[in-house]
């Protein structure tokens, strides 16, 4: 990890055209990164942004390399995580671990005569060019055909990487008890799984992978018939113009992640559906329901409340269904990801400007 460090290190200060240039550095594989420029670069502007949550003090106590961790990444100028929370869970870190000074109204760190200031920057999508992309029914109508759906059957979707925090089990033990509950939905609605492999050579994820797949097959064994399959698991890469076809094609989108920065398959959902149609389903771990507030939220751990709100959502009158979707899709392309990157080049600007006046009057 040092060593990768280490290089790209040594390759921004290669590259650098100028003693203060601006660097940004994403997520937690090149923690150390920040610090190892800032050494070399004493005036860069360092922008690192964090993907995934930060954890609380007591969980990230765990980690045996965490004063260095901390350290490296206060070599930044901004931190940027996903929502305030976990800027909140940050700053009581490096409260815990590290002797440094912080201002919490102005959500900055004092440490070596350095100043980093750790911001909530929620990235986003790029919102999509209407006239690049197929008409919506068109899609929907050539998607259903594919499966072997009739327009009235209720499509239920999720898309993944195959990945144990993203609350697969969970959502198809949701999808198992609402037929449970529901028998009046048994053969009129389907659940698509998208599960991208990842990280296939380990033995973690080699095991989850035989989980997610027992499960579908349990499912199916158990409620399907001669026409209907319950759970279609798709265990293969799509690419982006095939998960906009489900998109597109879908009645409810499941995104009920255990722990997740952001996660944009939600926004894409929301902006693929220009109809205005279309419900979600989303985790309240998941950095997005702190912006898409006409979701309807839910606790992916409790299976019945997943459930209740599926049962929700397959029922839910086509006005309500416009009149959320309508404000979510407004959320989505006014805080897009264009949006995200001003944000942070824009405060990574004003801090040049408030470092070159300070260098002055000295």
């Known amino acids: 990890y040092q060593a990768v460090n280490e290089r790209f290190a040594n ?22 990164l920040p610090r190892m420029i800032r050494e070399r670069l004493p005036k860069a502007t360092i922008i690192t942004f964090w993907h995934i949550p930060w954890p609380n003090p007591e969980s990230f106590g765990i980690c045996p390399w965490r004063e260095e961790l901390l350290n490296g990444l206060l070599g930044s100028t901004i931190l940027g995580f996903h929502t305030r929370f976990h800027c909140s869970n940050f700053l009581a870190t490096v409260d815990r671990f590290l002797e440094t000074r912080i201002e919490h109204e102005n959500a900055t760190v004092h440490a070596g005569g350095h100043l980093t200031m750790v911001e909530s920057y929620p990235i986003s999508i790029a919102w999509p060019d209407p006239a690049a992309q197929p008409p919506l029914q068109q899609e929907r109508a050539r998607t259903r055909r594919r499966l072997g759906l009739d327009d009235d059957h209720r499509l239920v979707l999720g898309v993944d990487r195959l990945d144990y925090t993203k609350g697969i089990v969970e959502r198809m033990r949701a999808f198992e008890r609402l037929l449970e509950l529901q028998p009046d939905w048994r053969q009129r609605v389907t659940f698509v799984q998208i599960a991208a492999p990842s990280r296939s050579s380990l033995d973690e994820y080699q095991r989850f992978e035989s989980e997610v797949r027992a499960i579908a097959a349990r499912i199916n064994n158990r409620w399907g018939a001669a026409d209907w399959e319950p759970v279609r698991l798709l265990v293969e890469h799509h690419d982006a113009e095939a998960v906009h076809a489900y998109y597109c094609a879908t009645d409810v989108c499941l995104v009920t992640s255990l722990h997740d920065g952001m996660n944009l398959v939600a926004k894409e959902f929301i902006a693929a559906r220009d109809d205005d149609r279309g419900v979600l389903v989303l985790s309240q771990f998941a950095g997005a329901s702190h912006e898409l507030h006409e979701a309807l939220v839910v606790n992916p751990y409790h299976i019945e409340e997943v459930a209740q709100a599926l049962r929700r959502a397959l029922a ?47």
Do not use: K
Not at 347 to 356: G, H, I, P
């Open 11 to 32: 390759a921004v200060v290669a590259e650098a055209r100028t003693a203060d240039p601006v660097v940004l550095v994403q997520d937690y594989h090149l923690a150390l």
């Open 316 to 362: 839910m009158p086509d006005e309500e269904q416009r009149e959320r979707m309508r404000s979510l899709r407004h959320t989505v392309r006014e805080f897009n990801v264009y949006r995200w990157a001003a944000r942070m080049l824009l405060d990574a600007a004003r801090l040049r400007r408030r470092e070159r006046i300070a260098a002055r009057i000295e």
